[in-house]
């Protein structure tokens, strides 16, 4: 591994591995993967048709709550809410799952990785291009997966610093808000227009299944569904901006929380070489899990198992929870940090990250040092710098 | 002599019949991208709570029953509410269709042979197949398969049928290969007064009564079944033709049986030069050379035959395809596509997928026998 990357690239949290340690740890991943898919079968089919049965039964009943009762405030909130949780399990264990190809074993077209196409703006080819393959080939490497920022934010220090990006924590409350939209565009590269990279037209060239889905999308939230609800026009309409809104933030944040929390790390495009083994080395590092029930792991489209996700993205994701502990022992085994925690913790983590690179990074030393400085002092002032010397840490600057 | 189960078979039929049904059965991606407004599966969900026969394009079929017939051939019979079902239209005599059922959470897909026929379909509405107890899809039909049970279809193909013109026939079958031809003598008497002749190797043979009833009423119906033994099997020559059906020369003929039967029968209609009378179908079993260093592939949609060795992918590429793909290791899906038929080795996990019409990704995938992909 240490042949391959400058070990400063590597957390300080886990321990270097020598190259026949990187390959028992790449076995004993393969072990596990083997061990588990062993195991898929009828139980997977069956989790699998139940959570697309939850998904059509939640939108059925807050579709039709909205349009016979849409007037009445609670019955509103509560289809509106439950309208998104649909959406939310549509978008994170149905649709993204489903389109890694987890249960294409099965055989139905209808569960098939190439040809869903989820409820969401993106469209299915569009994300199988930069999520599938761009994301998950090249997970935290800098310049390659644009997932890291998605061309808008800076994530590392290793990014060159724009004065644009003074506006990283108003950017990332916009890439929030509008998650899916920006998801939909992010294979335009837009920023390269912005930068003077690219001509505008050479950007929209590849705007064809955008144009298609977004309309598609726009035209059956926001025309459709109001109009057929008639005079209940206006709660149907709010009701879908509602529940839109809240699976693009409950998106955003599981996503981000997966790989922008403080413990992540970022590579340099230097994969050449890159063995299976240290692939999964890679994928350990640069994911974050997330710890909670039942519920929350349903939610998050198990994405609460990152780590797991990244190394085993088209294993059924119900089996995350069972594999997580394993690759937990192994990583323990040989050292290496498991990057794990609560929604709450990790969450911190990344609104840190993102405000952090907001500044250059000689800034961020320079006000560091005067932080520490300050905590020196004696009295009142001296503990209260102390406090904000510790917020300012931040582990890979 | 003795046919292996339709079941864990291929259909080697003349010409492009499985092109046909997969064409219709299973996902056709169009080239340009289309959001869809409703998913069908959504539909058909909707509808089958009302119906289970009710669906937007795929074709359903209720088990109307199950009967064993030999000791191990089944018959099961289908309905297909073919006053609303109208994808499901009629057939001809020999044609098979293409089953779906799930067995542990997997769709398997394989063909069966009708033995009703199209005149008996349109006057019930129903469909019989016979299946042969051997392999994970028949045993399943016939060991776990209830009365009730709502089946996917996928509408008749096969090219195995009787000539336009009434002419006299020679059938010659045996084991489970019977299961096509006894529609095709029953429409063949029907149809005519000219002689039809069958030949029917069989330790166990199914259809029986189907083929002596047949025979009584009908007085230009020769019926041989010839009982044989693993101790004495019995074997086709030309003393058996002349000695059974001296005319064979004027005769249209059809065979369907194991490849040993079906070769034996080609070399002799080849040294008589009757070839252009002949028709055949058999069900063979998948060969897998697993030493073979290249197999033939076949990429049906751009209609592209190249010779692969080890990985799919890269073999395709060489030959100056250029599937879509992404990672080359197995993680991102992109390189997906429908194996319509044909063998092929999992390179990162050594499974051998032999199952016709499924998923698999070019970039961790090495042909072990001819393959076709849907691509």
């Known amino acids: 591994m240490s042949t391959l990357y400058p070990e400063a690239r590597f957390n300080r949290k886990s321990r270097v591995l020598s190259p026949e340690e990187v390959a028992e740890f790449g076995r004993r991943i393969d072990a596990l993967r083997d061990a588990t898919r062993a195991k898929i079968g009828e139980q997977d089919a069956k989790y699998i048709y139940r959570v697309r049965n939850f998904v059509r039964y939640t939108e059925i009943a807050s579709r039709s709550a909205l349009m016979f009762g849409g007037w009445i405030p609670p019955v509103w909130l509560l289809a509106s809410v439950t309208l998104g949780v649909s959406k939310i399990v549509e978008n994170m264990e149905l649709g993204h799952n489903v389109m890694h190809g987890q249960f294409d074993w099965m055989n139905d077209p209808s569960m098939n990785g190439a040809n869903y196409d989820w409820d969401t703006v993106c469209s299915g080819e569009d994300w199988k291009h930069t999520h599938n393959f761009m994301h998950h080939t090249y997970t935290n490497v800098l310049g390659v997966d644009h997932d890291i920022g998605y061309g808008v934010l800076r994530m590392t220090d290793s990014q060159e610093w724009k004065p644009r990006n003074l506006a990283n924590l108003p950017m990332a409350f916009t890439l929030m808000v509008g998650f899916e939209w920006l998801l939909a565009l992010q294979n335009l590269h837009l920023e390269d227009f912005l930068d003077g990279k690219a001509p505008l037209t050479k950007v929209l060239s590849k705007g064809g299944s955008f144009a298609k889905k977004a309309t598609r999308q726009f035209t059956k939230d926001y025309v459709v569904f109001p109009v057929l609800a008639g005079p209940m026009f206006l709660p149907v309409l709010a009701g879908n901006v509602t529940a839109n809104l809240i699976r693009n933030v409950w998106a955003f944040s599981i996503i981000f929380c997966g790989h922008f929390t403080e413990d992540v790390e970022m590579f340099e495009n230097n994969l050449d070489k890159e063995t299976k083994a240290e692939w999964y080395l890679r994928q350990l590092k640069g994911s974050s899990n997330m710890i909670g029930g039942k519920v929350f792991n349903f939610l998050t489209g198990n994405l609460s198992f990152q780590i797991e996700h990244h190394m085993f993205p088209d294993m059924p994701a119900n089996r995350y929870v069972e594999m997580a502990p394993e690759v937990q022992k192994i990583c323990a085994e040989f050292g290496q940090h498991y990057n794990t925690g609560s929604f709450a913790k990790q969450m911190t983590g990344v609104v840190k990250r993102i405000a952090i690179h907001s500044l250059p990074n000689e800034t961020v030393k320079s006000i560091r040092t005067t932080l520490n400085l300050q905590a020196e002092k004696k009295g009142i002032t001296g503990k209260v710098f102390k406090r904000l010397a510790k917020a300012a840490e931040y582990a890979p600057l | ?375």
């Open chain 2, 1 to 375: 002599m003795k046919a292996p189960a339709a079941a864990n078979c291929t259909w080697q039929a003349k010409g492009n019949d499985m092109q046909a049904t997969l064409t219709s059965s299973t996902n056709y991606q169009p080239a340009a991208y289309k959001p869809h407004w409703v998913r069908e599966d959504f539909v058909d969900f909707v509808l089958a709570k009302i119906n289970p026969l009710w669906t937007v394009t795929r074709t359903m079929a209720r088990v109307e029953n199950i009967e064993y017939i030999e000791d191990d051939m089944v018959k099961v019979t289908l309905s297909t509410n073919h006053l609303l079902n109208r994808r499901f239209k009629t057939f001809k005599a020999g044609q098979f269709i293409m089953l779906t059922v799930t067995i542990a959470g997997v769709r398997h897909q394989r063909a069966y042979s009708l033995v009703n026929t199209p005149e008996n379909y349109a006057k019930t509405g129903r469909l019989v197949i016979g299946v042969k107890r051997q392999g994970r899809v028949s045993n399943y039909l016939a060991k776990q398969a209830k009365i009730g049970d709502v089946l996917e279809i996928a509408p008749a193909s096969g090219e195995f049928m009787l000539t336009e013109e009434a002419t006299p026939a020679l059938f010659i079958s045996a084991g489970s290969g019977i299961t096509p031809i006894v529609p095709m003598i029953q429409q063949a008497l029907e149809r005519s007064k000219l002689p039809v002749t069958l030949i029917y190797y069989s330790r166990d043979p199914a259809f029986r009564m189907e083929l002596e009833t047949l025979a009584a009423a009908y007085p230009q119906f020769d019926l041989n079944i010839i009982v044989d033994s693993a101790e004495k099997p019995a074997f086709f020559d030309v003393e058996t033709l002349e000695r059974i059906c001296p005319d064979a020369a004027t005769r249209e003929t059809y065979v369907c049986a194991a490849p040993g039967l079906m070769t034996a029968t080609r070399k002799i209609w080849e040294s008589f030069g009757w070839s252009d009378k002949m028709r055949q179908e058999s069900f063979l079993p998948i060969k897998v050379d697993e030493n073979a260093e290249a197999q033939l592939v076949n990429f049906r949609r751009s209609q592209r035959e190249f010779e692969a060795k080890g990985n799919l992918l890269a073999s395709a590429e060489a030959a100056g395809l250029t599937p879509t793909y992404g990672c080359r290791m197995g993680v991102c899906n992109a390189c997906v596509c429908t194996k319509v038929s044909g063998s092929v080795r999992n390179q990162v996990t050594g499974e051998i997928n032999d199952q016709n019409n499924v998923q698999i990704k070019l970039c961790v995938n090495a042909a072990i026998s001819e393959v076709v992909i849907d691509l």
